[in-house]
């Protein structure tokens, strides 16, 4: 069983739409986290939710929202996407916030 | 290949070479270190940590350093095999909430 799991796996859209990720962890973790990659291959911490509460809130653009509807899900939403928005998204959990943190698979969203 | 056009540091090794991978950390408050290992297409996937109070750490052919003083990190890989091959990427961990701040990434490739 897949730990966790993001879907979609690739996401292609046009420039202006409104799109969501969806993350889920069977592990019974507490905190759960988003993460941009980009075209090179840098990884970037976007927001952090433990217990469904946000604790980090990095300077990502108000066109990014996440929502935790309970501790095993983490979603993202983008509204009015952008070609800068073109990336992996990965989202990871862990035991808490102290500890090693897991990731997914990923999600590719290419803005055209 | 994925890494045309990257510019990330590279190191090419034959198989069962021993590798040798560097980091350096910018937060002299950090206090925990994770190696992550990223293949093409999935997500990274936690190889080994280390705490700051510790200098070594060891695992199944891999062995982490860390050198406080001049804010070095290395992560060393015995006997290299083909499946190796991957981007290795180090994070520090600042008193954040957890917050991972990721190194750039080092492409490996190990060839037969």
């Known amino acids: 069983d897949t730990a966790v799991s993001q879907t979609p796996k690739y996401l292609v859209t046009q420039m202006g739409n409104d799109k969501s990720i969806k993350c889920e962890q069977n592990l019974g973790h507490d905190t759960m986290y988003w993460y941009k990659q980009d075209s090179k291959k840098f990884l970037k911490i976007m927001f952090s939710?433990?217990?469904?509460?946000?604790?980090i809130n990095e300077t990502v653009p108000n066109r990014f929202s996440p929502k935790s509807p309970d501790k095993a899900h983490l979603n993202l939403h983008i509204n009015s996407l952008e070609l800068g928005d073109s990336a992996v998204y990965f989202c990871?959990?862990?035991?808490?916030?102290?500890?090693?943190?897991?990731f997914g698979p990923g999600t590719r969203l290419t803005v055209l | 290949g994925e890494s045309v056009g990257l510019h990330l540091p590279t190191l090419s090794v034959q198989e069962g070479d021993n590798s040798i991978i560097n980091c350096a950390y910018s937060?002299?408050?950090?206090?925990?270190f994770i190696w992550y290992k990223q293949e093409s297409g999935k997500g990274p996937q936690f190889i080994i940590d280390?705490?700051?109070?510790?200098d070594k750490r060891q695992g199944q052919r891999v062995t982490v350093l860390l050198n406080k003083t001049v804010k070095h990190l290395s992560l060393q890989i015995a006997a290299t095999q083909p499946g190796d091959s991957a981007v290795y990427f180090c994070a520090e961990r600042g008193t954040s909430y957890g917050k991972l701040t990721f190194g750039q990434g080092t492409i490996l490739t190990v060839h037969p």
């Open positions: 990871a959990s862990s035991p808490s916030s102290a500890d090693t943190q897991y």
């Open positions: 939710y433990n217990n469904k509460e946000l604790i």
């Open positions: 937060n002299s408050a950090s206090d925990y």
């Open positions: 280390i705490r700051s109070n510790m």
